[in-house]
């Protein structure tokens, strides 16, 4: 299969497609937007914003690049390469929507690039202009965009596959993306992900909601699964670098944070929620 970067683009002011030369983005209205020397654009504008550097920060990309490509998600990783290429067509699309710093697109590459079929068209998209750099450095394969989840720069049904890991779902835009019969692969943290680092950070633990998620307009549920495995962290830059990566750094108290920067290892428990949901 080969692997190819998304062009299927559409303008984030105004909507229309956009048209690439060798440099820039541009719609039929005139505007356009530079392509980064290393590699992605910028198509979230300023009025879109909610602050002058949304998303992740430098420091919490660095983390989960170390992180992630230390293969301790790996596990992971698998289990949304195996939902996503299931029933794949021949001529496909995946947008991972809060791709982050490309971990999972670059694996969905590499697993996909060995098996049959023609195309399969790789997009990521994240509001943190850190993660979206480090992505682009570090894999060409795919499309890098700045941009939001709540107005994902995708020309409507274009798409057959969306990963959302961890990420924030807005499923009206995730409905108009996708092809009918395309799919959405969601992970969620399980009630036990990440238990021991929260039992040290935070005081203590909030019940976990035992109502069920109502199924998203548009969608119809295809399966679940849960992921969940013992991790061990052996030294303290792992410890400290699964801390900084996640939301838990900046909710945590100062307190909680020195008592788990302070770790040399660290048992940890990894339980995720795998579910595909199919675009009707």
């Not at 067509?89 to 694996?107: F, K």
């Not at 108009?176 to 399980?190: F, H």
């Not at 770790?263 to 579910?275: A, I, Q």
């Amino acid at each position: 299969m080969v692997i190819t970067p998304f062009k299927a683009l559409v303008c984030p002011l105004d909507g229309n497609p956009l048209h690439c030369n060798e440099s820039s983005w541009r719609c039929a209205a005139g505007h356009s937007f530079d392509i980064a020397r290393q590699g992605y654009t910028h198509l979230l504008p300023v009025q879109n914003k909610r602050s002058r550097n949304p998303g992740d920060s430098k420091a919490m990309v660095a983390a989960r690049q170390r992180f992630l490509n230390a293969g301790f998600y790996r596990s992971i990783a698998a289990a949304v390469n195996q939902a996503a290429l299931e029933n794949l067509p021949s001529n496909a699309s995946c947008l991972d929507a809060g791709c982050g710093e490309g971990y999972y697109l670059r694996q969905l590459a590499a697993v996909a690039s060995d098996s049959d079929g023609s195309s399969l068209a790789l997009l990521g998209v994240d509001i943190s202009k850190w993660a979206v750099l480090s992505a682009a450095k570090q894999s060409q394969q795919s499309n890098w965009l700045v941009a939001s989840n709540a107005n994902i720069p995708a020309q409507t049904n274009s798409l057959d596959r969306i990963l959302c890991i961890f990420g924030f779902p807005v499923y009206s835009e995730f409905a108009r993306v996708l092809k009918p019969g395309g799919e959405l692969v969601q992970v969620d943290a399980g009630p036990d992900h990440l238990r021991e680092l929260r039992e040290i950070i935070y005081p203590s633990l909030k019940a976990e909601s035992t109502l069920d998620t109502p199924l998203p307009e548009g969608f119809t549920h295809l399966s679940s699964q849960t992921v969940s495995y013992p991790l061990k962290l052996t030294n303290a830059e792992q410890v400290a670098d699964l801390l900084v990566m996640t939301p838990h750094f900046y909710r945590a108290s100062a307190e909680g944070r020195e008592k788990a920067l302070a770790l040399t290892e660290l048992v940890v428990t990894v339980d995720v929620r795998l579910t595909r949901l199919g675009r009707g």
